[in-house]
């Protein structure tokens, strides 16, 4: 199974940039549908983006889409969120997953422990 490991998070202004690392381990990376999902205090997690096994297909959530973007190192067994442009509304714990399903946004493997993004207005 692929352990997960986040990094990257921290505190912007509305406004500003951040980027997010997901270092996987396992043979299977490159294999699996990878993405990121948020959870903001008292709400549920939810799904935030996704990308196919070689990149060649990305998911955005409509909340995030046209100011975040997924990409993937398969050769690096890594997986990054550039995210722009950010708002107080996309303050959350943002969790990077593995082998998600993309018809239903399941995720069948791994969860990573999570990183706080704080998005000041």
């Known amino acids: 199974q692929v352990q997960l490991v986040e990094s990257g998070g921290g505190l912007v202004q509305a406004g500003g940039s951040l980027g997010l690392s997901c270092a996987a381990s396992?043979?299977?990376?490159?294999?699996?549908?990878m993405g990121w999902y948020r959870q903001a205090p008292g709400k549920e997690r939810e799904f935030v983006s996704a990308?196919?096994?070689?990149?060649?297909?990305?998911y955005y959530a409509d909340s995030v889409k046209g100011r975040f973007t997924i990409s993937r190192d398969n050769a690096k067994k890594m997986v990054y969120l550039q995210m722009n442009s950010l708002k107080p509304e996309d303050t959350a714990v943002y969790y990077c997953?593995?082998?998600?399903?993309?018809?239903?946004?399941?995720?069948?493997?791994?969860w990573g422990q999570g990183t706080q993004v704080t998005v000041s207005s």
């Open positions: 997953a593995a082998d998600i399903v993309i018809a239903t946004w399941e995720v069948y493997g791994s």
């Open positions: 396992g043979r299977t990376f490159s294999t699996y549908v």
């Open positions: 990308i196919d096994w070689n990149g060649g297909s990305t």
